[in-house]
C-alpha cells in the first residue's frame, strides 16, 4: 500500500481528532494509548511541533481534506525547555535540551494497520526533525504496548527508563540518536 506524507494544516483538525478518538475507542486495554485532546492536536500545528500525516493514495483524487483518506498521523512534538522534555532520562545535558524531538501519538486508523505505517510515519518524524535541526529522538511506550515498542526498538530506539507518566500510567522511556 502506498502513502502519501505531508504535514497537517489547520483544515485537517476534525479528521485528526476523530481519528485519535476513533483509535482509543478500539483499543482493548484504554492504559496502552492516552489520547490527546483538539487543543493538544491544534498546539502540535501551531506551536509546539508538526503532525506528520500518511495519506492512502489510491483514495486520493486531490488536495482537500473531503477526497483524500487519513490512514494514520504522527505528532512530533519539540519541547525546548519544558519541564516534561523526555532527554532528562537520557541524560542530555541542559545545552543540548533544545535538540530534543518527542515522537508522541501515533494514530494508526484500524483500516491501515499491518501495513508498517507507524514505522514509516516515525521514520518521516525522525526526517523532520534532523532537517530542523534536532539531534535526538525520545518517545514513551506502554509496556504493555508490545506491538509499539517492537517498532521503536526496531527503529534504533533503546529503553533509557520506566516511569509513571500521565497520571500514573507506567511507560516505557526510549531514546535515539539521530
Known amino acids: 500500500m502506498d502513502f502519501d506524507y505531508r504535514l497537517a494544516t489547520e483544515e485537517w483538525l476534525d479528521l485528526l481528532d476523530g481519528a485519535m478518538k476513533e483509535t482509543a475507542a478500539g ?21 509546539e511541533g508538526r503532525i506528520l500525516m500518511a495519506l492512502d493514495t489510491s483514495f486520493k483524487t486531490g488536495s482537500s481534506v473531503q477526497d483524500t483518506s487519513l490512514a494514520g498521523f504522527l505528532m512530533v512534538r519539540f519541547p525546548g525547555a519544558a519541564k516534561d522534555n523526555l532527554g532528562v532520562y537520557a541524560g542530555i545535558s541542559a545545552d543540548e535540551m533544545d535538540r530534543v524531538a518527542h515522537m508522541e501519538s501515533v494514530t494508526v486508523r484500524a483500516a491501515y494497520r499491518g501495513y508498517g505505517l507507524q514505522r514509516r510515519l516515525v521514520e518521516q518524524g525522525e526526517s523532520l526533525a534532523v532537517q530542523l535541526g534536532y539531534k535526538y529522538s525520545m518517545c514513551t511506550v ?36 539521530l
Open 27 to 47: 483499543l482493548r486495554d484504554s492504559d496502552i494509548f492516552v489520547a490527546d485532546d483538539r487543543e493538544s492536536l491544534r498546539r502540535h500545528l501551531e506551536a
Open 142 to 177: 506502554a509496556p504493555q504496548n508490545p506491538w509499539s515498542l517492537a517498532n521503536m526498538q526496531d527503529a534504533g530506539y533503546s529503553i533509557v527508563a520506566t516511569v509513571p507518566k500521565y497520571g500514573g500510567l507506567m511507560r516505557h522511556i526510549l531514546f535515539k540518536v
